[in-house]
């Protein structure tokens, strides 16, 4: 470029800017009504792909991407116009063309080529798609070798605008010099600069080009924000005109004039004025940096570490005041309280930076569903709830799989054929419900259909034949917990829908790996419902620390239901070596942690010991512990990176006074408690 102009610094953000209008451009196009379509989302749409081209052809090394949307643009433009009837097989070929898009854009941020074979095959059905259009079969063909050799186009758009409209005038306020000659630079390749009036902190250009307003504007939201650039068509002031061309104006470079085709194409098409345009265009991220910023995840999790090395010495400074005389070190103490204060809103406000909304997850959903739906000969309407619902990056991020194999589980086995719903007097449209919501501390998250349930038989007679624990008497609840169960599945068909090998074991070790827990309920011939509840965070744990021997271990607080000292009335042997503890009705299996853990010097009388009934999913027991410490926050430091994985042992902690806590993994406790009670 000229003037020495390094665009590859704004690469970045193009490229996250790009995926945001893939995104977007995806729902609106799952969301239109092929009958009758909404102008406005045909216009989003279209601006989407207007300004993902604009600014590929800005940069001129992202050629696939810029010729793609290109096409994609000029088709949309059609069809926002009403010169091209909307199709269910166009929405496919847009969908697959904005797969092919993403595609590019990954590859380019890798600083690789894109698949050609797949670039030239979504192109070539584009081009067919258009010739389609009779009356523009012509202008549509010739559009395809322009794609691919652009110079002659702003030829052959310059002459009208010679006396057919104003130049655009592009006003640009609080700049600084290095910004000012950079945006001179990049509108003298967008065109002739007619004449341009500059000042310490701003430049106005008067420029002759076949861009629109729109391909002005994304160029300038590069370098500057939004609210710093106006574009209208005004006439060079008298005085100018009059003048000769103006000096500062550099001569186009050849291997500039490639990506200003593009506009050329969509600027005959475009006969809204420049500043509605404008308006409308809300795509480029850029249009809302003054209160945003984008910051890398690794500095963000950066951040979050330093908070925690803080909330852990704050802890070792809590502890060692807690020996001070309050009277003689007054101040002090009252210094520490308020760093404790401090140091749990600062833990808080940097947590938040890293949640996202559950729509990161449920706005992939609708292709999934409207796919897979078209797949099996089904009609299913998705319905989500509870998008703006926050949960950790690390965490939502993880959960995509998990809920993708639930979803498609439930459009496969779940919901029936039209035909079979209407032989029960059914609506012959499924319908499948995703929703988040924060409960206390925890974010639950559901699948639901309105499907035909889980079959008991089939369920109980796949059981029997693996030779499991049930019987006729079991009930539904524990017998719909066997689908969780290793190879257990009671498909009569694989398909390419619900797929093959990984089954519902998975889902739920995926969920308890998070530190979460996975619900099923389902009613015959009404639907089935999937609950998964997850911690907020795995960077920061609500837990109870408990002593059992000299050791000191962590009991995540959101499984603890309740403590007690068991008296003898309330103890019943099973076994030699195994008890339970009656409770309200109720009998638990009792687990002695020191049991587990081999601690030595431990408290080994029941009646002298703590119980503490923890819950994991449907099953309940009590775990008995020396003695209870207290609650509070504790910082997670994964085992397994710093040291190796120990069975029980879903991380640790640093305490106040520089020890290592274990903090205990329920689940862990909670299938050897099963494996007991199943064999008793």
Known sequence: MSAGVDLSQFFETFFDEADELLADMEQLLLGLDIDDPDADQLNAIFRAAHSIKGGAGTFGCFGQLADTTHLLENLLDYIRRGEMPLRKDMIDLFLETKDVLTEQVSAYRNAQQPDSEAYERICAQLRELALEKKDASAPVAAASPAAAAPPPAPAAASAPQQDAALPLCVSLTRLNPKDSEALAAEMALLGDVLHQEKTPDSLTIWLSTTATSDDLQAVCCFIVNDDQVEIARRAVPAQAAAAPAPAPVEPEPQAAAAPQAPPAQPKAATPVPAAPAKQENKAPAAASSSSTIRVGVEKVDQIINLVGELVITQAMLVQTASTLDPVLHDRLLNGIEQLER???????????????????????????????????????????????????????????????????????????????????????????????????????????????????????????????????????????????????????????????????????????????????????????????????????????????????????????????????????????????????????????????????????????SIAVVLQAEDVRFALLVDHLIGQHQVVVKNLESNYRKIPGVSAATILGDGSVALIVDVFALMRVTRDKTTTV
């Open 342 to 608: 401090n140091a749990r809103d600062l833990q808080e406000a940097v947590m938040s930076i890293r949640m996202m909304p559950m729509d990161y997850v449920f706005s992939r959903f609708p292709r999934v569903v409207r796919e897979s739906a078209a797949k099996m000969g089904k009609q299913i309407k998705l319905t989500t709830y509870g998008q703006a619902t926050e949960l950790d990056k690390s965490l939502i991020e993880r959960i995509i799989d998990p809920l993708t194999h639930l979803v498609r589980n439930s459009i496969d086995h779940g919901i029936e054929s039209p035909e079979a719903r209407k032989a029960v007097g059914k609506s012959p449209e499924g319908n499948m419900v995703l929703s988040a919501q924060h409960h206390g501390g925890q974010i639950v998250i559901e699948v639901s259909d309105d499907g035909a349930g889980l079959s008991r038989e089939r369920i109980l007679k796949k059981a029997l034949s693996q030779g499991m624990a049930v019987s006729e008497n079991t009930p539904d609840d524990e017998l719909w917990q066997l689908i969780f169960a290793p190879g257990f599945s009671t498909a009569e068909k694989v398909t390419d829908i619900s797929g093959r090998g990984v089954g519902m074991d998975v889902v739920r070790r995926n969920i308890q790996g998070m530190g979460g827990h996975i619900q099923l309920s389902s009613r015959p011939g009404q639907g089935t419902s999937t609950r998964i509840v997850l911690p907020l965070t795995l960077a920061i744990l609500d837990g109870m620390s408990v002593r059992v021997g000299e050791e000191t271990f962590i009991l995540p607080l959101s499984h603890v239901t309740e403590s007690m000292q068991p008296s003898a009335d309330q103890i019943r042997r099973i076994s030699e070596t195994e008890y339970v503890l009656h409770v309200r009705g109720e009998y638990l299996p009792m687990v002695a942690l020191h049991n587990v853990f081999a601690v030595e010097g431990a408290e080994t009388e029941i009646t002298r």
